[in-house]
């Protein structure tokens, strides 16, 4: 099997999938007294950055969705860690910062992503046939 075949180790999936599996082992801590799991839970932050680099990484480093997830990440840690106000004072960062991007996007174009081979749903398979002279799938009188 090609290398172009096979989907990406690093992906929004798995992230998704770990951070489930991460959840449920804290809160069981939390349930069982072995660790106030609350205290954590002010790092969701890191799992939307996780998503972003997830992003980057499939789609490239100008990927749209990349930088939103890793903007409103940027926010959470602002947020949560940040000085009171720190937020409210930056946020015009964020809209330099989208502009760059959309910007960069339209000097260097990005190359659209290929569909996994069968997912087009368009195309007939071939066994099946309109043509009158195919026996393919005609009810024979």
Request: proline residues 7%.
């Amino acid at each position: 099997m090609n290398g172009q075949g096979r989907t990406p180790l690093f992906s929004t999936k798995l992230v998704f999938g770990l951070t489930v599996i991460a959840l449920g082992l804290l809160f069981m801590a939390d349930r069982l007294h072995l660790y106030d799991g609350w205290r954590l839970l002010a790092w969701w932050p890191a799992v939307l950055a996780l998503f972003g680099i997830a992003h980057l990484v499939r789609d490239g480093f100008l990927s749209r969705g990349g930088h939103l997830w890793l903007g409103f990440s940027v926010a959470g840690f602002l947020q949560q860690f940040g000085p009171w106000g720190l937020l409210d004072r930056w946020w015009p960062v964020f809209l330099v910062w989208g502009g760059l991007i959309i910007t960069l996007r339209a000097v260097f174009p990005q190359p659209r992503r290929m569909r996994r081979p069968g997912a087009d749903p368009t195309s007939p398979a071939s066994a099946i046939s309109c043509d009158a002279g195919s026996d393919s799938m005609q009810v024979k009188p």
